[in-house]
T-cell receptor, first 115, second 116 residues
Framework: AQSVSQHNHHVILSEAASLELGCNYS??????LFWYVQYPGQHLQLLLK??????LVKGIKGFEAEFIKSKFSFNLRKPSVQWSDTAEYFC?????????????FGGGTRLMVKP | NAGVTQTPKFRVLKTGQSMTLLCAQD?????MYWYRQDPGMGLRLIHY???????AKGEVPDGYNVSRLKKQNFLLGLESAAPSQTSVYFC???????????????FGEGSRLTVL
């Protein structure tokens, strides 16, 4: 079974700082990778996803993530964060051979951006 | 277009009581899922369904039952609630597609359950 690790549980940044959130997964086969964001009091929304091709994926709101297969990583980045980026971020993996098309989530990273 | 709708949004139960959470989706999705969200543990899959009339266990199924009598609805039941089931519950749905790069989960707004 696959698993996902997000090593940073809480991150505090000032506005305009750069962001990188780590995500590592364990699964030996082909995977699809996702980052979801949950703003306070809201449901999860898709930020970006990787299926194949260019390992650098661009998502909404200026976020991007890079898939490094050799490191089993899919780190999320943003060059300059804003106060409105305060949210919880979840990395998730979908093994391509799983019958239920399920996502396995990491434990999440709470980001607080100070104005 | 409502997407994925969960009811109720909030509920407080006493230990031993039963309740049902309803998830409804209007996107004609084949797959539906129930997750629970706990601090520091992310989302964990409780049960899922790959089509009407089918259900399967996820990572943390104990203490829960589900039913999918209609394609658009996925019910999560707690027969005898326990304090350990205090959590935020999210329903999600997804679709079969011949274009895997378009696949994703669509989430409801969550149901916050407290068991005293």
């Amino acid at each position: 079974a696959q698993s996902v690790s997000q090593h940073n549980h809480h991150v505090i940044l000032s506005e305009a700082a750069s962001l990188e959130l780590g995500c590592n997964y364990s699964y030996g086969g082909t995977v699809n990778l996702f980052w979801y964001v949950q703003y306070p009091g809201q449901h999860l929304q898709l930020l970006l996803k990787y299926f194949s091709g260019d390992p650098l994926v661009k998502g909404i709101k200026g976020f991007e993530a890079e898939f490094i297969k050799s490191k089993f990583s899919f780190n999320l980045r943003k060059p300059s964060v804003q106060w409105s980026d305060t949210a919880e971020y979840f990395c998730a993996v979908n093994a391509q051979n799983n019958a239920g098309n399920m996502l396995t989530f990491g434990g999440g990273t709470r980001l607080m951006v100070k104005p | 277009n409502a997407g994925v709708t969960q009811t109720p949004k909030f509920r407080v139960l006493k230990t031993g009581q039963s309740m049902t959470l309803l998830c409804a989706q209007d996107m004609n999705h084949e797959y539906m899922y129930w997750y629970r969200q706990d601090p520091g543990m992310g989302l964990r899959l409780i049960h899922y369904s790959v089509g009407e009339g089918t259900t399967a266990k996820g990572e943390v199924p104990d203490g829960y039952n589900v039913s999918r009598l209609k394609k658009q609805n996925f019910l999560l039941g707690l027969e005898s609630a326990a304090p350990s089931q205090t959590s935020v519950y999210f329903c999600a749905s997804s679709y079969l597609t011949g274009q895997p790069h378009r696949w994703e989960l669509f989430f409801g707004e969550g149901s916050r359950l407290t068991v005293l």
